[in-house]
């Protein structure tokens, strides 16, 4: 054997050797690009189905809310109805007349004077424009017209020496019979059931 021929094969031999090497180089970086495309793939998936829940949870939040924006002005608009209808139903007792005041009057008197026994030293306060009425209901009673007072009707009884003030005014009972029915009146005009 020559040293030609050993050159030779040990060229061949290298040669072999590379391209081997570079086979398996190229299948290595072949698959770490496959690896790197597959990660890619996953990661952008991911990205995706996290951009979807982030999207979907905004959408959610934003529906939660404009309901719960649209629930507030609703109930706005409810107390805002049931405002002037308070209102409303205040200018109709205030505008009360002749007998239905009087009696009206009279019966808040005696439910007063009752509360409070002892009228020797009772004074009455009512609303300015009853003053006439109620000077001439306490001539049947052992009372006093003392003044006015601010209220819609009715009577504020007082009694110094048993230290008692009833206020029956049309006021306290609106608000009594308000409170008492007020679901009853939002049903009435909501139509809830």
Do not use: H
């Amino acid at each position: 054997m020559s040293l030609d021929t050993v050159v030779e094969d040990i060229r061949d031999e290298a040669r072999a050797r590379a391209e081997e090497i570079r086979a398996d180089a190229e299948a290595q970086a072949d698959e770490l690009i496959s690896e790197a495309e597959a990660d890619a793939e996953s990661i952008r998936e991911e990205r995706d189905r996290e951009v979807e829940a982030t999207i979907e949870q905004e959408r959610e939040q934003r529906v939660s809310s404009a309901k719960l924006e649209a629930k507030q002005e609703r109930l706005e608009a409810r107390r805002d109805v049931l405002a002037e209808v308070r209102d409303s139903v205040e200018s109709e007792v205030a505008a009360l007349e002749g007998d239905t005041r009087e009696e009206l009057t009279r019966t808040l008197l005696d439910a007063a004077t009752a509360e409070i026994g002892d009228t020797t030293d009772a004074v009455v306060y009512g609303r300015p424009d009853d003053q006439d009425l109620l000077e001439e209901i306490l001539a049947d009673y052992d009372v006093e017209y003392a003044g006015e007072y601010d209220c819609l009707g009715g009577v504020v009884v007082e009694s110094e020496s048993s230290r008692v003030r009833v206020n029956n005014t049309f006021d306290s009972v609106l608000d009594d019979v308000w409170e008492d029915n007020l679901r009853e009146i939002s049903d009435r005009l909501f139509g809830d059931k």
